[in-house]
Nanobody, 122 residues
Framework: QVQLEESGGGLVQAGGSLRLSCSASGQIPSDYAMGWFRQTPEKEREFVCALYWGSSDTYCQESAKDRFTISRDNAKNTVHLQINNLRPDDSAVYYC???????????????WGQGTQVTVSS
């Protein structure tokens, strides 16, 4: 059983940066990926970036590659999502997830955190 807890969200002005963190309790299997998704009331949940725990291979959706970076802190069992040059349309609840995903990177996440709100003001 993996439990995930996000932190680092908040209110930030457009152009600013945030680093979200996802702390995992329990052993993360090496074949698991940890990913970040985001969702607003108006849109379906959207994949942002993910990282394979065993290899540290990463993947971000095309629209996120310029401003989003996913990284890990092995010692703290934590995955970070750095978001730079924030825009108002980045406002969303950001969720961390973990699981034995498939080759698409988008599916197979079995465990989810509660989410952290990011609000970007213009």
């Amino acid at each position: 059983q993996v439990q995930l807890e996000e932190s680092g969200g908040g209110l930030v002005q457009a152009g600013g940066s945030l680093r979200l963190s996802c702390s995992a309790s329990g052993q993360i299997p090496s074949d698991y990926a940890m990913g970040w998704f985001r969702q607003t009331p108006e849109k379906e949940r959207e994949f942002v970036c993910a990282l394979y725990w065993g290899s540290s291979d990463t993947y971000c959706q095309e629209s996120a590659k310029d401003r989003f970076t996913i990284s890990r802190d092995n010692a703290k069992n934590t995955v970070h999502l750095q978001i730079n040059n924030l825009r108002p349309d980045d406002s969303a609840v950001y969720y961390c997830a973990a699981g034995p995903i498939d080759d698409s990177w988008y599916y197979g996440y079995d465990f989810w955190g509660q989410g952290t709100q990011v609000t970007v003001s213009s």
